[in-house]
């Protein structure tokens, strides 16, 4: 009897221990866009212009306005380039973006897809454009296709119709893929 009771003092004490949770609970070390922002706007729309001339309209699910209205981080970004006459030049969409009209630099976070009008599609984990030089470049990998034609590398430097296109390290691809093209 005293082994019974032994034996079943002993199984209640490592149940007993294995049911008690010694870690606590993580927390987030910095408040998320919702919680900062000085507005929340759905269907976001923004005309973008350099010296006054359109160059492009940018739309985002949604924008939490932050920064006394001077950065937005966005939701499903979306930006249609333009040329300086308003001609199509290209698109780039992203899970995630941010735009600061005080460096008028807009990144793109999260499967960033932009598409020339000349059919060539770059895909990357991170794009900027630079609004005042209307460039964009990248220092992370990136694959650019066309039909099966494709080009790869690390970083790029190039304007959203991908003339002059600049391939910065470990550049290959296959098919009659060549960059800089027009």
């Known amino acids: 009897m005293r082994r019974i009771a032994c034996a079943l003092a002993a199984a209640v004490a490592i149940l ?37 001339i359109k160059r492009g309209d940018l739309t985002a699910d949604t924008a939490y306005v932050l920064d006394d209205q001077t950065r937005y981080d966005l939701r499903n970004a979306h930006v249609v380039f333009t040329t300086e006459i308003g001609a199509p030049e290209g698109t780039m969409e992203a899970n995630r973006g941010v735009y600061s009209t005080r460096t008028q630099i807009l990144e793109g976070w999260g499967n960033v897809v932009v598409k020339s009008v000349t059919g060539k ?62």
């Open 121 to 182: 599609t770059l895909r990357s984990p991170h794009v900027i454009f630079n609004q005042a030089t209307h460039q964009i470049t990248s220092d992370t990998t990136y694959t650019i296709t066309r039909g099966t034609d494709t080009q790869h590398g690390i970083g790029f430097t190039s304007t959203p119709s991908f003339y002059p296109f600049k391939c910065l390290r470990s550049c290959g691809g296959t098919g009659n893929m060549l960059l800089p093209e027009r």
């Open 16 to 52: 007993s221990a294995a049911c008690q949770d010694s870690q606590t609970p993580p927390v987030a070390a910095v408040s998320g866009a919702a919680d900062s922002a000085d507005q929340v706007l759905f269907k976001a729309h923004y005309v973008v212009t350099t010296n006054g």
